[in-house]
Nanobody, 127 residues
């Protein structure tokens, strides 16, 4: 069982930066690949970024590539999402998720492959 709690969301002007954190409970955090997803009103949940168990592999949606960076600290049971050059279209509720399925350098972009989800944190980017 993994309990995930996001933090770091807020209101920021376009071009600004935010750093989201996702703290995980339990002692098996390093057994899970992690992902960030987002959802805005009237839209489907969208994959943002993923990272492998050890952090050696990452993957990004085209819409955030070059602006967002996912990282993790297994000693702190935390995964991060550094968001730079934010745009109004980045406005959404951002959720982290944990997937047990993928070992080694694997990760998933598919929400149905994730086992545990946080409650989300709101990110609002004003123009």
């Amino acid at each position: 069982q993994v309990h995930l709690v996001e933090s770091g969301g807020g209101l920021v002007q376009a071009g600004g930066s935010l750093r989201l954190s996702c703290a995980a409970s339990g002692r098996t955090f390093s057994s899970y690949s992690m992902g960030w997803f987002r959802q805005s009103p009237g839209k489907e949940r969208e994959f943002v970024a993923a990272i492998s168990r050890s952090g050696d592999s990452t993957y990004y949606a085209d819409s955030v590539k070059g602006r967002f960076t996912i990282s993790r600290d297994n000693a702190k049971n935390t995964v991060y999402l550094q968001m730079n050059s934010l745009k109004p279209e980045d406005t959404a509720v951002y959720c982290c998720a944990a997937a047990y399925k993928y070992t080694g350098s694997g990760y998933s972009t598919r929400s149905y492959e994730y086992d545990y989800w946080g409650q989300g944190t709101q990110v609002t980017v004003s123009s």
